[in-house]
């Protein structure tokens, strides 16, 4: 098992930047992939952000695409989201997810096995 925190969620401006960080524990040695999804007021819940542990590569939502980067902390078993020029459309809770299997389809829910409890972030206008 994995247990999942998300933590740095908040109320901010439109424009301002906010960090959210995902700590992980328990069995990460079994993690080949970390996510962010988020799940606004009315809406389901969308992809945001993933890494891939082997290539760290990253991978983005076309709506947080440029303003959005997701980065990974090894020592402390840590995934990181830095947001950019946020907007009031960002506005949602935030999710952190992690998968045990390779898989090149790293933008859908189902593949995932571990998730966060989530962390609120509003943005205002």
């Known amino acids: 098992q994995v247990q999942l925190v998300e933590s740095g969620g908040g109320l901010v401006q439109a424009g301002d930047s906010l960090r959210l960080s995902c700590a992980a524990s328990?069995?990460?040695?079994?993690?080949?992939?970390m996510a962010w999804f988020r799940q606004g007021p009315g809406k389901e819940r969308e992809f945001v952000a993933a890494?891939?542990?082997?290539?760290?590569?990253?991978y983005y939502g076309d709506s947080v695409k440029g303003r959005f980067t997701i980065s990974r902390d090894n020592a402390k078993n840590t995934v990181n989201l830095e947001m950019n020029s946020l907007k009031p459309e960002d506005t949602a809770v935030y999710y952190c997810?992690?998968?045990?299997?390779?898989?090149?389809?790293?933008?859908?829910?189902?593949?995932?096995?571990?998730w966060g409890q989530g962390t609120q972030v509003t943005v205002s206008s």
């Open positions: 890494i891939t542990w082997n290539t760290n590569s990253t």
């Open positions: 328990g069995r990460t040695f079994t993690v080949e992939g």
């Open positions: 997810a992690a998968r045990w299997r390779p898989t090149l389809i790293v933008r859908s829910r189902s593949v995932y096995d571990y």
